[in-house]
């Protein structure tokens, strides 16, 4: 592997790992006995909901200031979060910076994107690319529960460290491979010239309400917003499952069997995730299975976590194989791609928070099969 692939992948592999940590160990940063869900639901859905708000801001700053340049900036605030979640047990603080590392998510995705594009071997790139980002995110629970004996914060400052290491590759000379330079400035691609030639001469807050405009646009004259609503409603579901299966399962798993169970989830989407690819089955048919697969893991998380976490993941990543598909033939463009990323982070975000409200009068249990039955209503909304 050269030094130019090592920089984006060690990148991208910290800050999912970094960002799945805290996970197995949600009860214990939320206070323990004296936090509660709705705390834990913070900190969890901190990152979800710093990441949905900085996702398209940051991607129209890429365009304009050169995306190495925010690269740097998404990984150094990754690195600063995860220092300080490392040393401190304040929950507020914790959540704050969650926050602030969900920002730095969202100023890394679409640069790194735009990179890998322009790379000669970008199809190779991007799968090696996205297997490393599963990866990452299984990592993260995985260690995060085994890692657990030996402290509760272990995994999470392993993987700061790590982070720290690729901030150190990004502002060195290695990380300037990413974008090639000529007399000391960013080399831009001829097809970007005009694209960004016209970024410079514009405002960012104007430029950002045409974006809003536009987005409004594809929201409400086309399919977009019920797949947008889809997305929003599987993530919000699973999100809801994760942010609590910790302290719903203190009493008959332990750290390392959760995080085993968890990082099943994003095993089974990487390869759901191939499958669905390669299926000769229309992107409606890909949804519904995905949705089947992902409800009837939730209905199994009261028994069976492992084979109900291997569900819940081969559904996502089934499902989302078939949104993108959706998504792509009603406009391909990377605004767009980047909006319907926004519907998956908002529903990561909002989803355990809005659910966590529910647990005390209801009970784990109710909500869990509640919102499998919610996540059913898919069914009734017909694509064309």
């Not at 995905?290 to 009261?302: D, E, K, T």
Request: charged share 10%; net charge positive.
């Amino acid at each position: 592997m050269n030094l130019k692939k090592l920089t984006l992948y060690s990148s991208v592999f910290a800050l999912q790992g970094l960002s799945n940590a805290v996970i197995p160990v949600l009860p214990e940063l939320a206070g323990g006995e004296s936090g509660g869900s709705v705390i834990s639901s913070l900190i969890f859905s901190g990152y979800f909901m710093g990441a949905f708000l900085a996702l398209v801001p940051l991607g129209i700053l890429a365009d304009r200031i050169g995306s190495l340049k925010v690269i740097r900036f998404g990984m150094l605030l990754t690195a600063l979060s995860g220092l300080v979640i490392t040393f401190s047990d304040t929950p507020w603080i914790l959540g704050i910076f969650r926050f602030l590392e969900g920002v730095g998510c969202g100023a890394f995705f679409p640069a790194a994107f735009s990179i890998l594009a322009e790379w000669k071997d970008s199809q190779q790139s991007l799968g090696e690319f996205n297997f490393l980002l599963n990866g990452g995110l299984a990592a993260g629970v995985f260690f995060s529960g085994l890692l657990s004996g030996f402290g509760i914060k272990t995994a999470i400052s392993s993987f700061t460290f790590l982070a720290g290491f690729s901030c150190i590759l990004l502002l060195s000379r290695t990380g300037e491979l990413l974008s090639p330079k000529i007399n000391g400035k960013e080399l831009i691609h001829e097809k970007n010239e005009t694209h960004v030639k016209n970024h410079q001469d514009t405002l960012l807050l104007p430029e950002l309400k045409n974006y809003l405009k536009k987005a409004r646009r594809t929201l409400f004259n086309t399919n977009f917003g019920k797949i947008w609503g889809i997305s929003v409603l599987l993530y919000g579901t699973t999100g809801l499952l994760n942010a609590n299966y910790a302290d719903y399962s203190a009493g008959f798993l332990t750290k390392p069997e959760l995080g085993l169970a968890i990082s099943v989830s994003y095993l089974a989407a990487m390869m759901s995730s191939l499958i669905a690819g390669k299926a000769d089955i229309n992107s409606n048919n890909i949804i519904r299975t995905g949705i089947v697969l992902a409800a009837a893991g939730i209905f199994l998380s009261v028994k069976l976590p492992l084979l109900a976490f291997f569900l819940i993941g081969a559904g996502g990543g089934t499902a989302v194989v078939g949104l993108i598909i959706a998504v792509s033939r009603i406009n391909s463009s990377g605004f767009v791609m980047g909006l319907f990323n926004t519907g998956i982070y908002a529903g990561l975000g909002f989803g355990p928070v809005l659910g966590s409200f529910f647990l005390g009068p209801l009970g784990y249990e109710v909500v869990f099969i509640g919102s499998a039955v919610a996540l059913l209503s898919v069914f009734f909304i017909k694509l064309e």
